[in-house]
């Protein structure tokens, strides 16, 4: 069964760094999102991406963060200088389309931690 | 703005036996999705069941079914013949305009044995 792949696992940086978080989707999928959870909390909506495009962002998703789709298949973001709080687990998900009886697949998630 | 209200931030069931975890939800749109997720401790989301908007019978999965009620804007998860397993964080989530999910806070699930 096709699957979402995210790498790292788990990633450890100190604040300030650059990381980026990578993601596979579904091969046929055409529609792209990236979630947060900060640990024992929702899931938080970042940013979906459409065509080699953002198609929408919350405001969470400020200057630090970006998106692309560097070779057809890794989805990744880029948080340019992290900070403490951006410690979270981040999903990516993909989806075939945006009709709604779609359901959104998830990745394992990457943990992210920021000391 | 679309918005999941998921009130029981905890439950317990014993083991074998049924359990309505709640889910409300509040939306302008004429027609959307319902999901359902679980969260285990290692972390990743599971999908488990949607109920669409104009399916006038409720969704069912196996163990897991819907009990959606349109006018009172509820979208309740029954997990039948609860197993172990079954422990986790579960979400409720509503398709937000195609664009993205908007989730609930979530319900952790303790099955005892």
């Known amino acids: 069964e096709p699957e979402v792949t995210q790498t790292p696992s788990h990633q450890v940086t100190q604040m300030g760094q650059e990381v980026i978080l990578r993601c596979v989707p579904i091969?046929?999928?055409?529609?792209f999102y990236w979630y947060r959870q900060i640990l024992g909390q929702k899931v938080e909506f970042l940013v979906s991406?459409?065509?080699?495009?953002?198609?929408?962002k919350s405001e969470i998703f400020d200057d630090q963060f970006s998106v692309e789709r560097p070779d057809g298949s890794n989805f990744t973001l880029k948080i340019r200088s992290t900070k403490l709080e951006d410690s979270a687990m981040y999903f990516c998900a993909s989806r075939l389309g945006t009709e709604i009886y779609n359901e959104q697949f998830f990745g394992p998630g990457t943990r992210l931690t920021v000391l | 703005a679309q918005k999941i209200t998921q009130t029981q931030p905890g439950m317990f069931v014993q083991e074998k036996e049924a359990v309505t975890l709640d889910c409300t939800y509040d939306t302008s749109d004429q027609s959307y999705g319902l999901f359902w997720y679980k969260q285990p401790s290692s972390g990743e989301m599971i999908f488990l069941i949607y109920q669409g908007s104009y399916d006038e019978q409720n969704a069912t999965e196996g163990r897991y079914s819907l009990n959606f009620q349109k006018a009172r804007k509820s979208a309740n998860l029954v997990i039948s013949a609860s197993q172990l397993g079954d422990s986790a964080m579960y979400f409720c989530a509503i398709d937000n305009y195609g664009q993205n999910f908007v989730f609930g806070p979530g319900t952790r699930l303790s099955v005892l044995p």
């Open positions: 991406f459409y065509n080699n495009e953002i198609s929408e």
């Open positions: 091969s046929n999928h055409l529609y």
